[in-house]
């Protein structure tokens, strides 16, 4: 019996600075979730309880002024400060640094995301190394307004990470800590934090589960903005690029190959070879070049990843 558990799974920090190793560090980021913050971590401690793991409860406010770290408090779980709002991806970084454990598990505090649905997220890590709670398009903590962009961007993510991707950025899932700090470099700190995660691991030929699940409309007010929408899909090449740059090198040299070759057709025709046909067949090949030295790079690196 761990000398540290007050309760049947739950293991609470020692009086030393250093936290316990548990099997699930559960970290819950909050931005000005007063009213939501306390119902969900009292769900998610309800749902752990069929779970037969050692877990801990990390609350990260985020810089909040609406007394969230106080509700979060009474729950009895560690709560951490930080004191200004660093983004959504800032807050669970802290907190998965600051927690020791095999496996790393993420939720919001808003009750969207159902906790009922942990157990079968946890049980799936025995046979991969991240599972994620999937909505569906038309999920009702889902904005309509941004179901049609969602699905734009779950598309161009799954054609560029070769697999289809039924939920680019969930907010609920479970990952191996092992796996998860590999890329903890790379995470951005906003709310594309989620987004980098899956591709990274998906790029890079870890396997993925997704489990469909049915949210809740959130409480209290969305922090993503519209604007972010641009900011995803620079994402999304970014991260691919970095992984597996001939995904975009290749269709785009492709692309300029194609117009230049219906020019050059074109131009004969005229028997007037233009610059538009060379400069597009020069283009396609600077553009094929770079993919394959970025590929070389990108495979270099997973090399040097994979001794370590």
């Known amino acids: 019996m761990n000398p540290l ?26 931005y000005n979730e007063h009213d939501g913050v306390a119902p969900t971590v009292e769900r998610v401690k309800a749902s752990m309880r069929e779970v037969q ?50 496996h790393v598990l993420i939720t919001d505090a808003d009750g969207t995301y159902p906790p009922e649905a942990i157990a079968t997220l946890i049980a799936g890590m025995k046979d991969y190394d991240m599972t994620v709670g999937a909505r569906a398009a038309e999920d009702r903590s889902i904005l309509r307004r941004r179901r049609l962009p969602k699905r734009f961007l779950g598309w161009l993510a799954s054609y560029l990470a070769g697999r289809k991707i039924p939920d680019l950025n969930s907010g609920q899932r479970v990952m191996r800590r092992s796996v998860l700090m590999q890329f903890l470099h790379i995470l951005p700190p906003g709310f594309s934090f989620t987004t980098t995660i899956t591709l990274a691991m998906l790029c890079n030929g870890y396997s993925v589960m997704y489990q469909p699940i049915q949210c809740d409309a959130r409480v209290g007010s969305s922090k993503l903005r519209a604007k972010e929408f641009t900011a995803f899909i620079l994402l999304v090449l970014r991260t691919v690029v970095l992984f597996n740059p001939l995904k975009v090198f290749l269709p785009i040299g492709t692309m300029l190959f194609a117009i230049g070759l ?11 070879l233009s610059e538009t046909a060379v400069m597009a067949f020069l283009a396609s090949i600077v553009v094929w070049s770079l993919g394959l030295l970025a590929d070389m790079i990108s495979r270099v690196q997973l090399q040097q990843r994979t001794i370590q």
Request: glycine fraction near 8%; proline fraction near 5%.
């Open 5 to 30: 558990a007050t309760e049947p799974g739950i293991v609470r920090r020692a009086a030393a600075t250093e936290p316990p190793f548990v099997d699930v560090a559960i970290v819950i980021p909050a």
């Open 262 to 272: 219906v020019k050059f057709i074109y131009d004969l025709t005229l028997w007037n």
């Open 53 to 102: 793991c050692t877990y801990e409860i990390v609350v990260v406010d985020d810089g909040s002024t609406d007394g969230t770290a106080e509700e979060a408090a009474k729950t009895g779980v560690r709560v951490i400060r930080q004191d200004e709002n660093r983004g959504y991806g800032a807050a669970l970084k802290t907190g998965i640094l600051k927690t020791r454990s095999e």
